[in-house]
């Protein structure tokens, strides 16, 4: 039986090959190899942890993560009406190809939800691809205001 949970420290190297499977998915080709990769990402997953930077939930079954769903806490600049502005950046989400369509995206969408309002965040805001528009859009995630997009030339490599 599958259930949701925090993320913790021993949970960074399943995570990372959820991420690893996840982007290969999305046709994006590695500068090294897993082994490299990982040493970055556990750096990352672990400073966030650490810092509370980062909210990470996973969807176990049997011992095995199956999805997961993230939220990167950003601190706003204080504002004379509120004690602490903070807003949620929902990230990384993932479910195996084997394991979508069982309603984990839905089940870590709502302890999300319900974290976020239990930690005074003010908004959760998501970049969807375009396949998962109407899962945000039957959570109740709208369009988003005002927000414009400036893009910038990606990162260079750091082997060119």
Not at 57 to 83: F, K, L, N, S
Not at 131 to 136: A, D, I, L, N, T
Request: proline share 6%; net charge negative.
């Amino acid at each position: 039986m599958a259930h949701i949970r925090r993320a913790v420290s021993s949970d960074g190297p399943g995570l990372a090959r959820l991420r690893w499977n996840f982007r290969a998915e999305e046709g994006e080709v590695p500068l090294g190899d897993f082994k490299e990769f990982l040493s970055r990402y556990l750096e990352h997953f672990w400073h966030g942890l650490d810092t509370g930077a980062l909210a990470h939930w996973v969807v176990e079954d049997e011992g095995t993560i199956v999805a997961h769903m993230a939220v990167r806490v950003q601190e706003g600049v204080p504002r004379p009406a509120t004690a602490r502005d903070r807003w949620g950046w929902l990230t990384d989400c993932y479910t195996a190809p084997d394991e979508r369509n069982k309603g984990h995206g839905t089940g870590l969408l709502a302890a999300i939800r319900s974290w976020a309002a239990e930690e005074g965040l003010e908004l959760l805001l998501v970049s969807p691809s375009s396949r998962s528009v109407p899962f945000y859009g039957r959570a109740g995630f709208g369009p988003a205001g005002n927000w414009r997009e400036l893009s910038l030339d990606p990162p260079q490599s750091a082997t060119e």
